[in-house]
């Protein structure tokens, strides 16, 4: 085992962040393949195929055929959230080409909705939790106490490809023109001077007008350290925005399923004006709900390259073990035990004091003073099956004295008609009484 190397199939590892932060801590050494065709066979000295290129011919080919020896591990990397057009209408990915099913024998997902979604086709077994080795800062950094007075600082941004076909194209213009007419119009938001920080792809930035376009610029976390709230198309930005604190609206004119969701959504233009401004005061439980989506699309509890270390320190350990053995691979369905056991815990939104800020008797934490008022409606509440009685008899009494009522009016009625006839008839007989 001590002579087995981890080879990474993928030739611009070395300056992919995706695999930064834990190629360097693995126990083994790391070969990255720079150069390779279909015919490409692992040395001898593999001990785990690792790629996150799993959509293309020549990769899937490769993986297929080691796949089918059952000889040596194969782990797939996921680069980030599931987006149902990259899953299901990129017109340059073959149809099932992203894990669909998965070709390999474990998939590193990022969260557990991702394991679920992945499972779903057909991967049951494979889809371990790891995280994004990359965003593992964020389980560091304090969440963000949000601002209530001074500019608000809106970032409108995209993922580095928004759209994969024309019509995508003509849609995510729509939504990010949207928001720019929005934000054109309006210098203001609830009283707050509306300042917009642009980071859209070039073509964005040019054909929008839009002001500020770097062609390389800074890390996005500089960035998100100096707005208030996050307009984003469906990206991993807003991941890691909401896992700083700050409220993210997802701009998506597609109509597609969101398998990733976030708690603001702007699904077309008549939508603009409502989000940003709850994105400048957000509600306590829309936060609360966008950190349950949080947790339950990245994985934080547990730093995400310890993770991914020991997910790949057991997948060849068993590879070690079958040829020791001369058999094939037996890796087990879950090799990753779950950071909360499976259980989702409680979020530390979830207060009710939080969740209901409007509600005074949440408010109250003087635990005596509740304990008395609490007395006082027990004793009410004890009076009231005889109080309930006594006025169900008040209103039949009520009913009965109304209905004599509207007989008497009736009654009434009918004698003043009648009256009224009579009163008509004498009229008619004085006037033929003159007539003649």
């Excluded at 829309?286 to 995400?304: E, G, H, T, W």
């Amino acid at each position: 085992m001590e002579n087995l190397k981890a080879y990474i199939l993928f030739p611009g590892a070395a300056k992919n962040p995706l695999y930064a932060g834990w190629l360097d801590d693995l126990n083994l050494p790391v070969e990255i393949v720079k150069h390779y065709d279909t015919n490409w066979n692992p040395p001898e000295d593999a001990g785990i195929l690792i790629t996150h290129s799993h959509y293309r011919w020549e990769e899937l080919s490769i993986l297929r055929r080691i796949k089918q020896q059952e000889k040596l591990p194969i782990l797939i990397l996921v680069d980030g959230i599931l987006e149902y057009r990259n899953s299901f209408q990129h017109p340059e990915l073959a149809d099932g080409s992203m894990f669909q099913p998965l070709v390999g024998h474990k998939l590193a997902c990022i969260g557990d909705s991702q394991v679920r979604w992945t499972e779903a086709w057909g991967n049951s077994g494979k889809s371990e939790l790891v995280g994004l080795p990359r965003l593992d800062y964020l389980a560091g950094v304090p969440k963000r106490d949000l601002a209530k007075t001074g500019p608000f600082r809106l970032l409108v941004a995209s993922a580095r490809t928004p759209w994969f076909d024309d019509k995508q194209r003509e849609l995510t213009y729509a939504a990010l023109r949207a928001v720019k007419k929005f934000t054109d119009e309006n210098a203001t938001i609830q009283g707050r001077p509306l300042e917009i920080v642009w980071r859209m792809a070039e073509e964005l930035h040019l054909n929008l007008q839009a002001p500020g376009y770097v062609a390389r610029p800074g890390p996005i976390r500089k960035t998100l350290d100096e707005v208030d709230a996050v307009i984003t198309t469906p990206s991993t930005l807003q991941l890691e925005a909401a896992a700083l604190g700050l409220p993210v609206a997802v701009a998506d004119f597609h109509n597609s399923p969101q398998m990733t969701p976030m708690a603001w959504t702007i699904a077309h233009e008549g939508q603009v004006a409502s989000v940003v401004a709850e994105l400048a005061n957000p509600p306590s439980s829309k936060c609360f709900i966008q950190d349950v989506l949080l947790n339950d699309s990245l994985q934080l509890r547990q730093p995400a390259a310890e993770r991914m270390g020991e997910l790949v320190s057991v997948m060849v350990n068993e590879a070690w073990q079958a040829r020791q053995e001369n058999r094939t691979l037996n890796l087990p369905d879950r090799i990753l035990p779950h950071p909360t056991h499976g259980f989702v815990r409680e979020q530390p939104g979830a207060a009710r004091h939080a969740l209901f800020p409007d509600n005074p008797i949440f408010a109250n934490e003087e635990v005596a003073d509740l304990q008395t008022e609490l007395a006082a409606a027990v004793t009410e509440m004890g009076n009231y099956p005889e109080k309930y009685f006594h006025q169900r008899s008040m209103n039949q009494r009520l009913r009965g004295y109304i209905n004599w009522l509207r007989l008497l009016i009736r009654n009434r009625a009918s004698t003043i008609e009648e009256l009224s006839s009579n009163l008509q008839r004498l009229r008619e007989g004085d006037e033929k009484t003159e007539d003649a």
